[in-house]
DNA sequence: TTCCAGGAGCTAG
DNA sequence: CTAGCTCATGGA
């Protein structure tokens, strides 16, 4: 097990992991345990220090983005003059977006549409234990995500039963395209427009999943998902004329550039922060 | 009971 | 191309 130590300013690990683009963490004691894949790690805070335990330090190092200057970023977002982004990046300055696997990414998006984080954490988990292999970390089982190959040897009912709803149909579809030849790599050559273009070929891949995988899964910061939370925000902060969703990610998107996924994220966890105090 | 959640597919017009 | 309807599920 290796370690790697990061400056806390600019990664907080709470809410990197609960700021809705992963679901796949558990709150250990003193500190959560990160799955990605097939790999584990354990994340802990220690004084002014992100302390990052693996196996897999090369890969975690990716996943985390540490190589990116999130003050960078951080000062970027506040430059625009935008009150309600202002008071979003302060509070979620030590979010990072994560590079995820993008055929993680692809099943977990596709599971979350019209659906709420904590049950689509539920279902991914159900999904693991059922299909994924156990890995044994730090005196616990654990479960990777099942690969395409895998979950295409199921049908409907399958997933009807762990509670997938109407989705089942889509991790049928989408699995069993997947299994048949998908060069993930191949679509990590394509630029943003030209991804989301091919991720909505996808069944039950609409214009905001697209937008979420391309941008957690791919690295594509220029897309701005646009879901139920961030529609509210529009019409409460910004001009908010607009009523179709693909237009408003196309006005945040003219206007923070490359920056919009970062944008978008202390967005989305502010707004659902606040409301869920209510 | 109705509404809502990190929406998308399908059909009519 | 757009507007409207429908699609499971479970918590509030």
């Known amino acids: 097990m290796q370690k790697i130590i990061v400056d806390n300013e600019f990664f907080n690990i709470k809410d990197t992991l609960e700021c809705g683009q992963v679901f796949r963490f558990f709150s250990e004691e003193n500190g959560y345990v990160v799955i990605s894949t097939d790999k584990c790690a354990f994340v802990y805070e220690d004084g002014d220090k992100t302390v990052i335990e693996s196996d897999y330090p090369d890969y975690f190092h990716n996943y985390f983005d540490l190589d990116r200057d999130y003050k960078e970023v951080f000062l970027k977002a506040q430059s625009y003059g935008v009150e309600v982004l202002n008071l979003a990046s302060n509070i ?60 295409s040897l199921k049908d409907c009912g399958f997933y009807k039963a762990l509670g997938f709803g109407y ?12 299994y048949k030849g998908v060069d993930f790599k191949e679509l990590k050559k394509l630029p943003y427009k030209e991804l989301k273009k091919a991720l909505l070929e996808f069944n039950g891949v609409g214009p905001k999943v697209a937008d979420c995988v391309s941008l957690f899964g791919f690295g594509k910061t220029e897309g701005f998902p646009v879901d139920t939370w961030i529609e509210k925000l529009y019409k409460e902060n910004f001009d908010g004329k607009l009523l179709d969703r693909n237009k408003i990610a196309d006005f945040f998107t003219e206007k923070f550039g490359n920056y919009s996924g970062y944008v978008q994220q202390y967005l989305f966890y502010y707004k659902r922060s606040i409301e869920e105090k209510r």
Do not use: H, W
């Open 92 to 151: 979620g300055k030590g979010i990072r977006i994560l590079n995820q696997d993008p055929e993680e990414t692809l099943f977990s998006f596709i599971i979350s549409q019209n659906n709420n984080i904590p049950r689509i954490k539920v279902t991914i988990e159900k999904l693991c234990k059922e299909l994924g292999n156990p890995i044994e970390f730090k005196g616990k089982t654990y479960y990777g995500f099942p690969k395409a190959e895998r979950l």
């Open 167 to 178: 989705r089942d149909k889509f991790m049928v579809d989408v699995s069993s395209k997947v």
